[in-house]
């Protein structure tokens, strides 16, 4: 199970900060990623951090986003820049022992968090 937070309202080209953590499981030994869902759109891929610590950004993200991991809190963020409404949606952080070359896919996750909403007005 994990939780998020930091979700929030915001202009166009402000910034935000979500925080994903577990209730159980300790980050450095899996695959953790954020998705995005927006309402009528598919699922989304925004990021993934390897245990060894590899980042991946999804097309529409990159040189915006940037994910990070705090050990000793036990804590992953995305830090979200120039946000845009396009990147309206809820964000959901996941996770999993691996993923693979497949970690942009929903499908690869094992568990998920309930999501928080980010609306980004123009």
């Known amino acids: 199970q994990l939780v998020e937070s930091g979700g929030g309202t915001v202009r166009t080209g402000a910034s935000l900060r979500l925080s994903c953590a577990p209730s159980e499981r300790p980050f450095y ?3 953790v990623a954020w998705f995005r869902e927006a309402p009528g759109k598919e699922r989304e891929f925004v990021a993934q951090r390897r245990r060894d610590g590899h980042l991946y950004y999804g097309d529409a993200v990159k040189g915006r986003f940037t994910m990070s991991r705090d050990s000793a809190k036990n ?27 497949d970690y942009y896919k929903p499908d690869e996750y094992d568990y998920w968090g309930q999501g928080t909403q980010v609306t980004v007005s123009s």
């Open 29 to 31: 030994r899996e695959d």
């Open 75 to 101: 804590t992953v963020y995305l830090q979200m820049n120039s946000l845009k409404p396009e990147d309206t949606a809820v964000y959901s952080c996941a996770g999993d022992r691996y993923t693979g070359t």
